[in-house]
């Protein structure tokens, strides 16, 4: 099972009380604060490419969040590589990294009518889009998703950090496309193997 989580912040509030909605009895108007215990790449099960059955892993980026009250759970996010792609936030050896062994590289989308960096097959290269792989799109969702591999493994290489041990609320990293995942899923198998001239990340998050 995974399930999707936003952050609700004070403008939230405003409008849903202009909507007229009913406020929720635990609003506060502060986000809640997050401190970032761990960073990911992240690879699920095998499964077949859309287009010529080769079989292929999804990828994504993990993080792993540690909320500062007692009462809120640890969240275990997987997001799209093009999230962090989009924000400027992978060095261009590590995009040539992701290319040369995992084959996420840059496709232009129909769908989304956008060119991104993204999974494609090993075989035909045809793109294997996010909209698939984290939002079940007409049930054809990878495994990340797919309510009939409700605990399937997913397994988690670390990366360097991508931000100090302090609480921020991390708005960026509640994106629509992200999935939450129980930590029963998470098989922690070291860090990913990276040559050492590879800088992962172009700066923090705060």
């Not at 399937?152 to 995942?181: A, C, E, K």
Request: with cysteine; charged share 20%; proline share 8%.
């Amino acid at each position: 099972m995974s399930v999707r989580i936003t952050p609700i912040t004070s403008s939230d509030y405003i409008r849903a009380l202009e909507n007229g909605q009913e406020p929720d009895e635990y609003y506060s108007p502060n986000p809640v604060l997050y401190r970032i215990d761990s960073v990911g790449f992240v690879a699920g099960e095998y499964r077949p490419c859309w287009k010529c059955q080769q079989t292929i892993r999804e990828f994504a980026i993990g993080v792993h969040l540690i909320p500062s009250e007692d009462y809120q759970y640890d969240i275990w996010s997987l997001i799209p590589v093009a999230h962090f792609d989009q924000a400027g936030f992978f060095t261009t050896e590590f995009k040539a990294f992701l290319k040369q062994w995992y084959c996420i590289d840059y496709r232009f989308s129909k769908t989304m009518n956008q060119r991104y960096l993204a999974l494609t097959c090993n075989r035909c290269g045809a793109l294997q889009g996010d909209n698939f792989i984290f939002n079940d799109f007409n049930g054809q969702g990878g495994n990340f998703v797919r309510p009939d591999f409700p605990l399937q493994p997913v397994h988690w290489l670390d990366l360097p950090p991508l931000s100090d041990n302090n609480y921020h609320p991390y708005v960026f990293l509640f994106t629509d496309l992200s999935v939450v995942i129980p930590v029963q899923r998470v098989i922690r198998e070291g860090a990913l193997s990276i040559p050492p001239h590879v800088r992962v990340w172009t700066k923090p998050l705060y």
